[in-house]
């Protein structure tokens, strides 16, 4: 919600999801609009997988790809300090990523 944006979210987020995949839902972007939210994969290398999604029919633009639902910071390419920040900056239903660090596809 637009009272979480600034906020970075950590993936471990605690010593039981080490090794997991851990998925992030962004809420609707047109109740967000100018929200930021920033995702950080904080395990060793390799062994966690971070996916962040859109609300149910909203999309990611990412690489000049606009109607992407997912980004995935995947489990075998992961390092420690891979980051995405999101921003909610069009009107409608797509969000779009600021700032990238590691592989996402």
């Known amino acids: 919600v637009i009272g979480d944006s600034g906020s970075t ?29 920033t995702f950080v994969n904080t395990g060793a290398d390799g062994t966690n997988q971070v996916v962040v999604t859109g609300a149910a029919g909203e999309y990611i633009t990412y690489k000049g790809v606009v109607n992407q639902i997912t980004l ?3 489990l075998a390419t992961s390092k420690v300090g891979d980051f995405v920040k999101i921003g909610g900056q069009l009107a409608g239903a797509t969000w779009t990523v600021l700032d990238i660090q590691g592989v996402w596809a």
């Open 9 to 37: 979210f950590t993936c471990p987020k605690n010593d039981t999801t080490a090794g997991a995949s851990v998925t992030f839902t962004l809420p609707a972007v047109a109740a967000n609009e100018g929200s930021v939210f």
């Open 72 to 74: 995935t910071n995947t």
